[in-house]
RNA sequence: GCCAGGGUAGCUCAAUGGUGGAGCACAGCAUUCAUAACGCUGCGGUUGUGGGUCCGAUCCCCACCCCUGGUACCA
């Protein structure tokens, strides 16, 4: 590999992000700086953003009473706020409703029509109102709606442009079968395979309302009798916001840029997502002659307390509300390393505080404290910060990283905290001659032939803990190291 | 209802067809370079329930219970 692109979802703006949104973009942010270690920063391409259209969002502005793209901008900036808090490292944010997406949505839009896969007719729905939802004949109980059995079930009737998706069916269980990385876990893929069996054309158009990228005009050649009135067609959002991956790194606009990272190495989203990536997205591509991601990272839900994160249970948590009171690192830290990246994972604030003291503050801080103050009393003059070897965490957590294996990564290096921790103590520098004392510490902050080294722990926790390696490396970087403030003060 | 994933020490999770592991928390010892921190030792489990296959199952099969997600066009 050469490069790497990997894209988050881009997160609807019918409200700002919480914690469970923002564990996915640390995850992807762990990968994206992982590999730019291993590839260089101008090899990776980290592309986050906003999702903007569609009624939802244009519902949630009415009821603020403002316009549309007044409503979104104002969620888009709280988004971005809310990842910067956590030092995102991604290098554009895109919204859905800047200029050059709408563009590429629309060369999208006629390429797949050029192809022959988008057909005029007319949809019609079960509609339940309670769920603010469609339903398919199969899923109704008795006529009724399964979630609201007193409400009528509506017939919703509607004139829309259809995407050809069944007629990629074969092609979608065939490339998933073949291709064992392309959803990752496996599990998911097999649920895809089975959904992927009833794939039926869907409705990429809208009429009934208006924020969304329209129709492009038609051939005046197309026309046929019944046909939607395109001016009044909005592209359907799912079909409009799949497509930022491509506008993102230049599609159209900076041909360069999207030679060198297009395809996707990985598309990391939540599990709810999973079908519109996994089988929607490639059917486009293909359609469109494109060629489809690499990988699809599917990660679990945060839940907190052991309930969802919700608005009507008033559990919801912005990143910002932990980065005031513990830092940033702290938040990251406690996300990747208690989490299993790809299941539901249960979280609280009791916990990241148990963790913040166990191995931030106990651990790690405590650790360069001690060093730090040896180094400093023994009056150790660095020659040099590294050894001559590849740095031995990176080797081992290689695998771990390039399998999606996070919080394993990060436990490994927690070993090698406590591997210098044991080192200490067993050779007892603070009771040594000077001379005798320096090698030790020597090896504790540039490493051995047997020792992994503060510094190379430093290195790696450039990748999970970027503000915290920053400190580590600039308290060690010589000749002359004194002590400093704790890094994560016991709370 | 249907499909899928999960139920292992107080907590978070690991593991394997053959006498159940780690970290945290807790207790004791030791120690002072350090953020009453670090280290060592210990405590702690009839591996959701009931059957079955097997010489032997936590791991395989069946049934059930509980939790989670999806269930088609509302991100």
Known sequence: MSKFYITTAIDYVNDTIHLGHAFQKIAADVLARYHRITLGKDNVFFLTGTDEYGQKAEKAAKLENIPPKEFVKKISDSDQKEQDSLNISYNRFIRTTDLDHAEVVKEIWNRVQKNGDVYSGEYQGSYCEGCEAYYVKEDLIKGK??????????????????????????????????????????????EMLEFAKNIKDIPISRSNFTWGIPVPARNASHSDAGEPEDSKQIIYVWFDALVNYLTGVGFLKDKELFAKFWPADVHILGKDNLRWHALLWPAMLKSAGIELPKAILVNGFLNINGQKISKSVGNVIRPTDWVKKY?????????????????????????????????????????????????????????????????????????????????????????????????????????????????????????????????????????????????????????????????????
Do not use: M
Not at 150 to 162: A, D, G, R, S
Not at 398 to 423: H, T
Not at 451 to 465: G, P, R, V
């Open 145 to 190: 709606c399964p979630v609201h059995p007193t409400l009528e079930i509506k017939i919703v009737k509607e004139q829309n442009y259809f995407f050809k998706w069944s007629k990629y069916k074969d092609f979608l269980i065939d490339h998933i079968k073949k291709n064992p990385d392309f959803i990752y876990p496996a599990h998911r893929a097999k």
């Open 327 to 491: 830092g940033a690192d702290a938040v990251r830290y406690y996300l990747l390393r208690y989490t299993n990246l790809t299941d539901d994972s249960d979280i609280s604030e009791e916990k990241l505080l148990q963790a913040y003291n166990a191995d931030l503050a106990n651990g790690l801080g405590n650790l360069v404290a001690r060093v730090a103050k040896l180094c400093e009393n023994n009056n150790l003059n660095l020659t040099k910060l590294k050894q001559d070897r590849p740095n031995q965490i990176l080797e081992e957590i290689k695998p771990l990283l390039e399998g999606f294996k996070l919080n394993d990564a990060l436990s490994y290096v927690w070993g090698s905290i406590k591997g210098l921790d044991q080192y200490i103590n067993r050779e007892r520098p603070w009771q040594k001659e000077l001379i005798e004392a320096n090698k030790i510490l020597s090896n504790i902050v540039i490493g051995s032939e047997a020792l992994t080294s503060l510094n190379e722990i430093a290195e790696a926790l450039k990748i999970f803990l970027p503000e915290t390696a920053e400190k580590i490396e600039g308290q060690f970087c010589g000749p002359k190291i004194i002590s400093g403030k704790p890094l994560f003060p016991r709370i």
